[in-house]
C-alpha cells in the first residue's frame, strides 16, 4: 500500500489582486506549500511507523488539520483565480441559496459576519444536498466544525497570515471586503453541480 503524493497546484497567475498585494499572497503560497509538504511526508511516515506506538496513533490524529491546511488552501485560491466571474454564476448561486437567503448579498453579508468573529480559522458555506440548502459555518483552525459530507462550495481563510497587511484585529474587515472584490463567481457556481 503506498499513498500518492500531493503536489503543490501552480498559483503563479495570482498576482494584481485588488487590495491584496503580491508579496501577502506569496507568503501565503509558502504556507500552503508547508502543508502539502508535511502532509506528504506525514503520510510516508504513518506507513513507516508500526501502528501500535503512541508516535503512530498521534500522526495518525495530527493529519486532518495537515492535510485541511492543504486542501482548503487550493480551495481558497481557486476562487480568486481570473475573478469576477459572471452575473449568471451569480443567479445561480442565488438560486441554490433560497430560501434561507431572501439573495446573494444576504448571504454575502452573512459570511461576512462570520469573517470577523474572534479567532483564527476559517469562514465556510456548504451545500447540504441531503437537506437542499446552504449553510454557513465558522472552522476553528483547520478541522474543528467542518459538516460532514456536505460539498463546499466557499471558503475564507481568517488566519492572522491571510489578513497581516491589515494588523491590527480591527482592519480584518477591510481585507475581508478586498477578498470579495477578487473572488471568480463561476468558479463557486460550478461546486454546486
Ligand atoms: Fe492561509
Excluded at 500518492?4 to 494584481?16: I, R
Excluded at 483564527?120 to 483552525?141: F, M, R, T
Aim: proline fraction near 3%; glycine fraction near 6%.
Amino acid at each position: 500500500m503506498a499513498y500518492k503524493e500531493f503536489t503543490p497546484k501552480d498559483y503563479s497567475q495570482l498576482k494584481g489582486l485588488i487590495g491584496i498585494t503580491d508579496e501577502q499572497i506569496q507568503a501565503h503560497l509558502d504556507l500552503y506549500r508547508g502543508y502539502v509538504r508535511r502532509c506528504n511526508s506525514m503520510l510516508k511516515t504513518l506507513q513507516e511507523l508500526d501502528p501500535t506506538s503512541q508516535a503512530w496513533q498521534e500522526e495518525r490524529r495530527r493529519l486532518g488539520w495537515e492535510f485541511n491546511g492543504m486542501r482548503l488552501h487550493e480551495v481558497y485560491f481557486d476562487q480568486i483565480v481570473k475573478g469576477p466571474g459572471s452575473n449568471d454564476s451569480k443567479q445561480k448561486i442565488a438560486s441554490a441559496l433560497s430560501p434561507v437567503f431572501k439573495s446573494f448579498d444576504d448571504w454575502v453579508k452573512e459570511l461576512k459576519s462570520a469573517a470577523v468573529i474572534p479567532g483564527i480559522g476559517w469562514v465556510a458555506s456548504y451545500l447540504d444536498k441531503v437537506s437542499g440548502q446552504v449553510i454557513n459555518v465558522w472552522v476553528n483552525e483547520h478541522d474543528q466544525g467542518h459538516l460532514a459530507g456536505l460539498q463546499l462550495i466557499f471558503i475564507l481563510d481568517v488566519f492572522e497570515h491571510a489578513y497581516g497587511k491589515y494588523l491590527p484585529f480591527t482592519e480584518r474587515k477591510k481585507y475581508v471586503d478586498d477578498y470579495f472584490e477578487n473572488v471568480n463567481w463561476d468558479v463557486v457556481a460550478n461546486r454546486l453541480a
